[in-house]
Antibody, heavy 118, light 113 residues
Framework: QVQLVQSGAEVKKPGSSVKVSCRAS????????ISWVRQAPGQGLEWMGM????????DYAQQFQGRVTTTADGSTSTVYMEMRSLRSDDTAVYYC???????????WGQGTMVTVSS | DIVMTQSPDSLAVSLGERATINCKSS????????????LAWYQQKPGQRPRLLTY???TRESGVPDRFSGSGSGTDFTLTISSLQAEDVAVYYC?????????FGQGTKVEIK
């Protein structure tokens, strides 16, 4: 069974960038879509964008267009999410999640806490 | 963009009683060509990652207890927990995957009365 393993917690300064990784353990991404979803402290889930690793195609929520980039490295079965120009309200847990073949997200990474603070 | 609205924001139910969570979408999630509703439900326990409960509005994911059931079509959906157990204390989210940007409801917190 594939698991998604994410990189560790990050503490960043406002205006800087962060790059979070998500590696498929026990399998590959195949033709699945991987999304990034974030959750601010005490808040709900917010979809950020997605990538189809096999093709490199991406789609982003409008509020993240131009500030977030997702990439994939097929040789290591790893997907990356880079966010630039970080603000304090970007403080959140960032999850990668695999899209189920019938829709919805059936496998989630453990989450990566990103704290943006001066 | 499709907006998902859940109700109530929270509810307290006695052990063994029924819990009902509603989810409304701003446009239909029913795709006419396959007659499927593009809606999923998740459970998120404190400090844990979300867990997929149902997809296609009513198809239970493997391993999900049968006390969880999804229903509804078009713009109105419901997640029912038929007999609440202590381990069901969590926040529940609906999510549409009819068209991007995918969107989640704001969440409903379920507690024990």
């Amino acid at each position: 069974q594939v698991q998604l393993v994410q990189s560790g917690a990050e503490v960043k300064k406002p205006g800087s960038s962060v790059k979070v990784s998500c590696r498929a353990s026990g399998g590959t991404f195949s033709s699945f879509t991987i999304s990034w979803v974030r959750q601010a402290p005490g808040q709900g889930l917010e979809w950020m964008g997605m990538i189809v690793p096999a093709f490199g195609t991406t789609d982003y929520a409008q509020q993240f267009q131009g500030r977030v980039t997702t990439t994939a490295d097929g040789s290591t079965s790893t997907v990356y999410m880079e966010m630039r120009s970080l603000r304090s309200d970007d403080t959140a847990v960032y999850y990668c999640a695999r899209e189920h073949e019938n829709g919805g997200f059936d496998i989630w990474g453990q989450g990566t806490m990103v704290t943006v603070s001066s | 963009d499709i907006v998902m609205t859940q109700s109530p924001d929270s509810l307290a139910v006695s052990l063994g009683e029924r819990a009902t969570i509603n989810c409304k979408s701003s446009q239909s999630l029913l795709y006419s060509s396959n007659n499927k509703n593009y809606l999923a439900w998740y459970q998120q326990k404190p400090g844990q990652r979300p867990r997929l409960l149902t997809y296609w509005a009513s198809t239970r994911e493997s391993g999900v207890p049968d006390r969880f059931s999804g229903s509804g079509s078009g713009t109105d959906f419901t997640l029912t927990i038929s007999s609440l157990q202590a381990e069901d204390v969590a926040v529940y989210y609906c999510q549409q995957y009819f068209t991007t940007p995918w969107a989640f409801g704001q969440g409903t917190k379920v507690e024990i009365k």
